[in-house]
């Protein structure tokens, strides 16, 4: 199984970035698709997840409205639409994929908010 996440980057207070993650070896329709995340010096938090079977979402109480996670079983990928960035996302993003073989991360992707 391999998670490859991409779309971080830097960007100012108020603006969007669209992070996503592929996944290898694993359907992401038949996972626990989560979106976690870790600041300098903090421990993991979870930022938003998508179930199966249907897609139901869930949202950390600190991103809910702002952020949007969706899967696309066609592609194999899910996304998270951030929107109205804070300095307080800056953090590196994480993709994993929960199964019943076990739990798998990907290396993740960098966000950048500043002020």
């Known amino acids: 199984v391999r998670l490859v996440e991409s779309g971080g980057g830097q960007v100012q207070a108020g603006g969007s970035l669209r992070l996503s993650c592929v996944a290898f070896?694993?359907?992401?329709?038949?996972?626990?698709m989560r979106w976690y995340r870790r600041a300098p010096g903090k421990q993991f938090e979870e930022v938003a997840l998508?179930?199966?079977?249907?897609?139901?979402?869930q949202y950390h109480n600190a991103v809910r409205d702002r952020f949007v996670i969706s899967r696309d079983d066609v592609k194999n990928t899910v996304d998270l639409q951030m929107n109205n960035l804070r300095p307080e996302d800056t953090a590196r993003y994480y993709c994993?994929?929960?199964?019943?073989?076990?739990?798998?991360w990907g290396q993740g992707t960098e966000v950048t908010v500043s002020s």
């Open positions: 998508v179930t199966t079977p249907g897609k139901i979402t």
């Open positions: 994993t994929a929960d199964r019943d073989s076990g739990k798998y």
């Open positions: 070896g694993v359907s992401v329709g038949h996972a626990v």
